[in-house]
């Protein structure tokens, strides 16, 4: 391994790999990206739903959509890796007067910015799925243009290309400590050795708060267990297979976070559960599977006729008012975070990454980062993001 970098990155999701890429791209390419596990992309990025939309509370969150989906459209001719990206949309499905309210509020602000969102009723809804039922539906929304992509290649492409402009990518190698000279970066511990560096990337996901406190600052991260469930469908029962969406549309049904798309011949579903306190255990937990089902076949009914064929758990990495912290640590220099995005990081890492970098090789990110300051949490409570699903 290389002893002395430019710049160290934590991590090897999603993020770290955005960040590796772009710097390559402004011309830091002597970078060490260092991963603990034997594979790239193998915590909350391999474990994720591949959902990208526009749909968002917050402006800045819509902004970084706005860019990251433009990037991902033009993905396979830019980073030159496939990433099996899908624009069927995105439905939610609101059922309180309550979530209305809010969604107009949201509707309005998204179009504001540009984005193109329809505002629709129960039975329109109901045309845009087949076999969804729509009880209780008061109003939904959707956007054409959000859909689901290949978290593994995006993040493959962009370390791929890293790599290829000089980027070293260590693997099976895990940060255990951060060296500092006056409150400086000056050193990143291995299992493999001590690389001198005067920037390390914060990519570490679920585990930032441990890498923060390698250079004794607090990063407000922590862990929730979320599950991901596939669902067969029997060649036999072929009317219930019928009954699903042949697009692979997002639903949400937005009171209970109930989620489904179509996932090659079967369906990937989830929920989050309300009760979960915070965790670093991956375990599916099967006991959790009836409540979801409950739901589930509420909405979709051909799921009665479904068997699950497999399922995984993986980590959401909440912060909390749910909007992520990048840029960097004022109180450490040359401590930069790309931390917390509270569930939807995957398919805001292309602009992430690129707003990070260029804050790291000192150029303007043109993007106001107010809202996903590391200190605004001292500052009192800030508006954050509520489409957490
Ligand atoms: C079930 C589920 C569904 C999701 N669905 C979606 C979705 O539909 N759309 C979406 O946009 N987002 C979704 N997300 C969220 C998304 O997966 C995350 O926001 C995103 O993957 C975060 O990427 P990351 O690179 O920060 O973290 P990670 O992918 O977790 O990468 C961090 C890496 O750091 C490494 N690491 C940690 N500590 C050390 C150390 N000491 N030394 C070396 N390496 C270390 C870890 O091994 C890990 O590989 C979902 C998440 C889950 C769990």
């Known amino acids: 391994m290389k002893r002395t970098a430019d710049a160290v990155i934590i991590g090897g999701g999603c993020m770290g790999a955005s960040v590796a890429y772009h710097l390559t791209r402004r011309g830091v390419t002597d970078i060490v990206l260092v991963e603990r596990e034997q594979l790239l992309a193998t915590g909350s990025t391999g474990r994720n739903a591949g959902g990208v939309r526009h749909q968002f509370s917050n402006a800045a969150n819509i902004q970084l959509s706005i860019e990251s989906i433009r990037f991902l459209e033009r993905f396979v ?3 030159g890796h496939p990433i099996d990206f899908h624009q069927d949309g ?3 499905l609101l059922s309180s007067n309550a979530s ?8 309005a602000l998204q179009r504001s910015l540009g984005v193109e969102v329809e505002w629709l009723d129960a039975e329109a809804a109901a045309q ?12 939904a929304t959707c956007c054409r243009r959000d859909g689901i992509a290949d978290p593994n290649g995006v993040t493959m492409g962009f370390v791929k290309a890293a790599q290829a402009a000089g980027a070293a990518i260590e693997r099976d190698t895990e940060v255990t400590g951060i060296r500092l000279d006056r409150q400086r970066i000056a050193a990143v511990e291995t299992s493999h050795g001590v690389v001198e560096t005067g920037v390390v990337v914060n990519a570490a996901g679920p585990y930032a708060r441990q890498i923060g406190r390698m250079a004794g600052i607090e990063v407000p991260v922590d ?3 979320r599950h991901i469930f596939i669902a067969a469908f029997d060649r036999l029962a072929s009317a219930a297979a019928a009954q699903v969406p042949d697009s692979k ?6 009171e209970t976070t109930f989620y489904f798309h179509r996932e090659g011949a079967g369906l990937l579903f989830g929920m989050g559960d309300p009760l979960e306190a915070t965790t670093f255990d991956t375990t599916v937990q099967w ?5 979801v089902i409950d739901v589930a076949v509420k909405r979709l009914p051909a799921l009665a006729e479904a068997s699950i064929s497999h399922a995984w758990a993986g980590l959401y990495e909440i912060t909390p008012d749910a909007n992520p912290v990048i840029g960097p640590v004022p109180q450490v220099e040359g401590l930069f975070l790309i931390n917390g995005f509270s569930g939807h990081g995957f398919q805001h890492s292309p602009a992430a990454g690129r707003i990070l970098a260029d804050v790291i090789a000192g150029r303007n990110p043109c993007f106001d980062l107010t809202p996903f300051d590391l200190n605004r949490f001292a500052r009192g409570p800030a508006a954050g993001e509520c489409y957490v699903v």
């Open 77 to 79: 001719d830019e980073v």
């Open 90 to 92: 995105y439905l939610f």
């Open 100 to 107: 209305v309210d809010t969604f107009r509020r949201n509707v």
């Open 128 to 139: 845009r799925v087949p076999g969804l039922n729509v009880d209780g539906v008061a109003a």
């Open 223 to 225: 862990p929730y267990r």
């Open 249 to 254: 549309i997002m639903v949400i049904d937005f």
């Open 287 to 291: 006991d959790f599977l009836p409540q």
